[in-house]
Structures are given as C-alpha cells and as structure tokens.
C-alpha cells in the first residue's frame, strides 16, 4: 500500500511527457521496494585493539613507505592475498610493506586449516607505523582453542595405553570426568609449575587413571600486564605427555583459566632373585 502511495506521488509530480519519453513510448515508474538499498560500509578500525568478527570485513588504517605489525589470534597464520604489498609472517605476527595507497584486501587463517577466516582491508595513509592487535569474539576464541587444543593431542596410536588423550581433554572442557579416570585427594606431589612470569599454578583436583595422572589447575596472571600462557612451559611430576589451557591462553591482570595436565607416571625401577642355572654364584 506504502509503495503504490508513493508511486502516485512520483506520477504527479513528475510531468507526463518525461514519463512517456520522446518517442512517445510509456516508461513504467519503478516500484519502490525495487530499489536496492545500499550496502552498510565497512567499519573502520581506528584504534590498536580491533575486534573482528570471522567473515565480516573490516578496514585498518596502515602506514605506507613503513612497516605495520598485526597481532593475529593465530599460533601459526596464513595470509593470503593478490596484493603485491610485502608480507612476512613470523609466529603469531603478520609484517607489511607497501609502498602504495591503494587498499590491501587479504584474508588470514591458521596454517593448518581454512576457519576462522579473517577478511581484512587494509588502507595505506601517510600516518606513523602501527601496531594493531586482532582479537576474536569470545565464542570464537573458545572454539579456536578447543580445536587447537584437540589438534595438539597425540593419537591413539603414538600412545596405545590410552584410548583417546583427545577425549580426555574434550570431556575436561565440558566439566565431565574422563572414561577411566577417577577423582582422588591431593597429595603433597601433586603440583603443576608454569615457568612464565606472572603467572602462578595452583592445583584444585586430582584424576587417576590407566598409568595415568591428570591435574587441573587454576592459573592466575598476578602481573600489573596481559600475559600469553605458554602451555608448553607448564608441567608436572612424571612425563608430561599433554597440557591444554581452557578457555583461552590470554590472560588480563587477574584472570583466571583451568589448565590441564596429563602425566604418565614412572614406575620406580625394582629387581627380583633370579636363580643361577649352573649353581654357586656370588
């Protein structure tokens, strides 16, 4: 009803003869609801901690004629690009360079798999080098350190005594108590040590299981600054053969994660008699 109310309006004030056209032929007035909207723009991020969204684009002003450093969510990125700006990746960190103004379209994603992708628009402007940091929604960063978490887990075959050291860590996440585990009291070895200043372990429950020992602990970052657990600095009596931090491994001053450690024990060497087969012996 909306939209035929204003077609007439356009029919009256618009004069006939534009309507019809100079040949004669009628041109039909286009319904309103036709007309295609413009697109929302792309938010630009001016400041150095930039939220993004997977798959949403978002434009980051960048300084051409100099180098720019992008913090990325990712231990290991991947960025792809038709551009021919400069990219370096080292660790968790992608390097540009360019020596132009036109936009820098590229998406980056972990090495190792295609999601999350993030689509980032970048626009060279005469201004200092920046330092831009990437964070992630916090649903998105869970189930990123979930999957990283499941992919750093040794299969079943490098470690037949255990079933599934994946769902091990998977039912931990889900406040679940293993198949073949079972929850027992502290003992006085019983301890996690994470070797990163700043942060400080304290275990809060024990689970035996098949040559097995799981500890969970609560890590606090007592620093006055965020600070990146370090998993691979995190161990505990016996061999450590898994660690996973939950739900993140950025901590702000306070925060508080769980972090999971499974050890198997080393059973104390031991010797038993046997028998000389000639007689005699010392």
């Known amino acids: 009803m909306r939209s035929r109310i204003l077609e007439a309006i356009v029919a009256a004030l618009i004069p006939a003869s534009i309507l019809a056209g100079e040949d004669g032929v009628e041109i039909p007035v286009v319904p309103v609801k036709a007309i295609r909207k413009t697109p929302a723009a792309v938010p630009i991020a001016e400041g150095s901690d930039i939220l993004v969204n997977p798959g949403s684009s978002v434009v980051i002003p960048i300084a051409y004629g100099h180098l720019n450093r992008i913090l990325t969510p990712f231990e290991n990125p991947r960025v792809r690009t038709v551009s021919n700006a400069q990219i370096q990746v080292h660790d968790r960190v992608v390097y540009v360079a360019t020596e132009e103004t036109k936009p820098i379209t590229l998406f980056i994603t972990p090495a190792d798999r295609e999601s999350p992708a993030l689509p980032l628009i970048l626009a060279p402007r005469q201004i200092p080098p920046r330092e831009v940091r990437i964070r992630l929604p916090k649903e998105a960063e869970k ?39 079972a929850m027992r009291d502290l003992e006085p070895n019983d301890r996690v040590g994470c070797f990163q200043e700043g942060l400080v372990a304290v275990v809060g429950q024990v689970m035996d299981g098949p040559g097995m020992v799981l500890r969970v602990a609560a890590v606090r970052n007592t620093a ?18 898994a660690v996973a931090a939950w739900p993140r491994v950025r901590l702000a001053p306070g925060d508080q994660v769980e972090l999971y450690v499974l050890s198997r024990e080393e059973a104390a060497p031991s010797e038993s008699v046997r028998p000389f087969l000639i007689g005699g012996g010392s």
């Open 143 to 181: 189930a990123l350190r979930f999957q990283d978490t499941v992919r750093k887990m040794p299969s079943s075959r490098d470690m037949p005594h255990v079933a599934n050291v994946k769902a091990i860590m998977k039912a931990l996440a889900r406040g679940r108590i293993p198949t073949g585990f």
């Open 224 to 241: 006055a600054h965020e600070v990146e657990l370090d998993e691979e600095r995190c161990t505990a009596p016996g061999t450590t053969v």
